[in-house]
């Protein structure tokens, strides 16, 4: 079973039209309340219709959607496996769906997945070494070929993980419990089993503790999430967008700090935002969307009038329990 794929993260697949209206803009989201697939279709604005595809998992993270072959992949943290469900456009709201490309159950707590290629790579928070005192990950490799998930290599980190997303060959990666990103420069080059450093570290004033990633290359816009006090799931939120994302990160020495003069933060008690675990971002309406695990109980949140920040409302709110991760394609 052969798929066409390319350089993505799991949280946005913009088109980057030069400001065309999209004849399609839908947000694939995933969770840890039972697994199941929910799908939002924004192509006419923010009043949204949204379907929901049932899956065997009872708790996901890491979806992906691939718009040429119709299909969305999950990390499923019941299976801790990939999976994959094919042609899905035309299935109803409420429709059970069946796994058509699957791996092996090597990961102990899978989070997020970046693809490049035929390539995913899959996020593990779980502890490496037995010792919650030294911090570490790892990032689980897997080619897709022939129907199935064939896991290629580990890369063990000395840093906890949770949010990835590929900018060209570079991986970046959050620096989980930390304000700090990591860059692995050409990560997929590594094929063996073994434990990287990253090829640069650089601290995001502001944030508190991140954990939800995304870069749009077409725009040069990263944006990352701040959970803050993981004990505070309601209101302590945020999200900072930073534009001009590559100069800003190349002036910015390794162990540097980027300036929170150098970045956009949406905070406050208007936003909703109390665990924002993910993020994707639609470059052609300047809009973030949020996967909120906290507030509420869980929730899908877009703002797509972002200025300059601050205690804005979202444009787009709906509740989805203990929402885990989302991803845009528009075309």
């Not at 540097?256 to 933060?265: D, E, P, V, Y």
Request: charged share 15%; aromatic share 8%; hydrophobic share 35%.
């Amino acid at each position: 079973m052969a798929l066409s794929l390319f350089v993505t993260s799991c949280s946005d697949d913009d088109s980057n039209d030069g400001g065309m209206n999209n004849t399609s803009v839908e947000l694939f989201a995933s969770n840890n309340s039972n697994g199941n697939i929910t799908v939002y279709d924004f192509s006419s604005g923010m009043n949204g219709s949204s379907r929901t595809l049932l899956t065997a998992s009872t708790a996901a993270d890491g979806v992906y959607y691939n718009s040429s072959s119709e299909s969305v992949f999950q990390a499923s943290r019941s299976g801790n496996n990939l999976e994959g469900f094919m042609n899905i456009d035309d299935i109803l709201d409420g429709s059970s769906i069946s796994v058509g490309i699957t791996g092996t159950s090597d990961m102990m707590s899978p989070r997020e997945v970046a693809v490049n290629g035929n390539l995913f790579v899959v996020a593990d928070n779980a502890d490496v070494d037995g010792d919650t005192n030294t911090p570490d990950g790892r990032l689980y490799i897997y080619n897709m070929s022939g129907g199935n998930f064939t896991l290629r290599n580990v890369i063990t980190t000395n840093f906890k993980l949770w949010g990835i997303t590929f900018n060209g060959n570079d991986l970046y990666a959050v620096v989980d419990a930390t304000n700090e990103l990591a860059v692995f420069t050409n990560f997929l080059s590594n094929t063996s089993t073994t434990t990287l450093s990253a090829s640069k570290r650089i601290a995001i004033e502001g944030i508190v503790r991140t954990h939800g990633i995304t870069y749009d290359a077409g725009s040069d816009v990263l944006v990352m999430t701040d959970i803050a006090l993981a004990s505070n799931g309601q209101d302590d939120g945020g999200f900072h967008v930073i534009e001009n994302f590559t100069n800003k990160l190349n002036s910015t020495a390794n162990g540097a700090t980027l300036a929170m003069s150098s970045q956009i933060r949406v905070a406050g008690s208007a936003t909703m935002l109390g665990n924002p675990v993910d993020v994707a971002y639609d470059a052609d309406t300047e809009t973030v969307y949020i996967a909120e695990a906290g507030n509420g109980g869980g929730r899908i949140l877009a703002f797509n009038d972002i200025g300059s920040g601050g205690n804005l409302t979202p444009s787009f709110n709906s509740a989805l329990a203990s929402a885990s991760s989302v991803y845009l394609s528009s075309n």
